[in-house]
C-alpha cells in the first residue's frame, strides 16, 4: 500500500541554524500538508500545499518557515532559523483531493539545542 | 472557535472490555476522522466519517459522525494489547483543508 515517507527520521540542529525537512507524498497526491506535535500536545497544522503554492497557513507558519516541492515527488518544509520552541515532530500529509482523507507520514522529530 | 474537546483524556481497562471516546465542538465540521498515534510514529487513521448520521464500522472500531455535525465518537469493542495507543480526533471544517484535532485519549490496556 502506497504510504508517506519522510526524511531523516530524526534531526538535531543548532538553534539559529537552517533545516530542511523532506516528505515523499503518495504519488498521486495532488495536495500536501505540514502539521507538527510538540511532545505530549496535539497535532497542529501548519501549512497546506496545491498547485505549487500555498493554500491555507496557521499562525504558526510564520516568515521562519517555507515549503517547496523542487521536483514531482518531494515537499518540503524549511525552517530558517531555528528556535528552542520549534523541537517538535513534524508530520507531512497527503491526499488526491481537498475532501479526501488526508495521510500522514511517521515524521522527523527535530530538536534544536 | 475551532477547539475540539476530546474525552476522557485517558483510560486505563482490561483486555476484553470495551472502550468509547468522544469530541464535540462549537464548530461544524465537514468531516470527522480518527487517527491513532503509537509512540514515535505519525498518526493513522482508522476511520473517517463524511455525512451527518453516518455510523461506520472497521472491524472492532465503530464510530459515528453527529446528527449537529459538532461531535463524534469512536468505541472500540473487545480490546486486546495491541489497542494501547493515543486516539485522536480531527475535524474538517467547511471551506478548511486543514485538521482540527482534539488533544487526544491514551488508552492503556491490561492483559
Known amino acids: 500500500e502506497p504510504e508517506v515517507t519522510q526524511t531523516p527520521s530524526h534531526q538535531v540542529t543548532q538553534m539559529g541554524q537552517e533545516v530542511i525537512l523532506r516528505c515523499v507524498p503518495i504519488s498521486n497526491h495532488l495536495y500536501f500538508y505540514w502539521y507538527r506535535q510538540i511532545l505530549g500536545q496535539k497535532v497542529e497544522f501548519l501549512v497546506s500545499f496545491y498547485n505549487n503554492e500555498i493554500s491555507e497557513k496557521s499562525e504558526i507558519f510564520d516568515d521562519q518557515f517555507s515549503v517547496e516541492r523542487p521536483d514531482g515527488s518531494n515537499f518540503t518544509l524549511k525552517i530558517r532559523s531555528t528556535k528552542l520552541e520549534d523541537s517538535a515532530m513534524y508530520f507531512c500529509?497527503?491526499?488526491?483531493?481537498?475532501?479526501?482523507?488526508?495521510?500522514f507520514g511517521p515524521g522527523t522529530r527535530l530538536t534544536v539545542l | 472557535g475551532q477547539q475540539l474537546n476530546q474525552s476522557p483524556q485517558s483510560m486505563f481497562i482490561q483486555e476484553g472490555e470495551d472502550v468509547s471516546m468522544n469530541c464535540t465542538s462549537s464548530s461544524i465540521f465537514n468531516t470527522w476522522l480518527w487517527y491513532k498515534q503509537d509512540p514515535g510514529e505519525g498518526p493513522v487513521l482508522l476511520i473517517a466519517l463524511y455525512k451527518a448520521g453516518e455510523l461506520t464500522s472497521n472491524g472492532r472500531l465503530t464510530a459515528q459522525f453527529g446528527i449537529t455535525r459538532k461531535d463524534s465518537f469512536l468505541n472500540i469493542s473487545a480490546s486486546i494489547p495491541s489497542d494501547v495507543g493515543i486516539y485522536f480526533c480531527?475535524?474538517?471544517?467547511?471551506?478548511?483543508?486543514?485538521?482540527?484535532f482534539g488533544k487526544g485519549m491514551k488508552l492503556t490496556v491490561n492483559p
Open positions: 500529509a497527503s491526499t488526491a483531493g481537498l475532501a479526501d482523507t488526508q495521510y
Open positions: 480531527a475535524g474538517q471544517r467547511p471551506g478548511s483543508e486543514k485538521l482540527v
